[in-house]
């Protein structure tokens, strides 16, 4: 099977920076794509950002407006998430994921990815 650990969550102040780290470990497997969700307390989980590896392709959620950049190494199966300029509605537990198969579009769906991390928690104070 594979694992993906989460790491680099915590608690910070409004305004402030996290950087999520993400690495897959296990059985080899057709990485095309790794991706962040999160899920806030009484919300649904919902879509972040992505990276489809085939030409290093980011995609993110509307609501991220450029504080958020995704990045990685396929070859590692490791994926990042820096986050800057962090507010409080960005408190959530953040998961990782990748997805084992290929889509000609973008990874923003749950359905689309095959292997999930356990999260990692991100607390914004005010």
């Known amino acids: 099977q594979v694992q993906l650990v989460e790491s680099g969550g915590g608690l910070v102040q409004a305004g402030g920076s996290l950087r999520l780290s993400c690495a897959a470990s296990?059985?080899?497997?057709?990485?095309?794509?790794m991706g962040w969700f999160r899920q806030a307390p009484g919300k649904e989980r919902e879509f972040v950002a992505s990276?489809?590896?085939?030409?290093?392709?980011?995609f993110y959620e509307n609501f991220v407006q450029g504080r958020f950049t995704i990045s990685g190494d396929s070859a590692k199966n490791t994926v990042f998430l820096q986050m800057n300029s962090l507010k409080p509605e960005d408190t959530a537990v953040y998961y990782c994921?990748?997805?084992?198969?290929?889509?000609?579009?973008?990874?923003?769906?749950?359905?689309?990815?095959?292997?999930w991390g356990a999260g990692t928690q991100v607390t914004v104070s005010s």
């Open positions: 296990g059985r080899t497997f057709s990485n095309y794509a």
């Open positions: 994921a990748a997805a084992a198969a290929w889509y000609t579009g973008s990874y923003y769906r749950e359905n689309q990815y095959d292997y």
């Open positions: 990276i489809k590896w085939s030409r290093g392709t980011p």
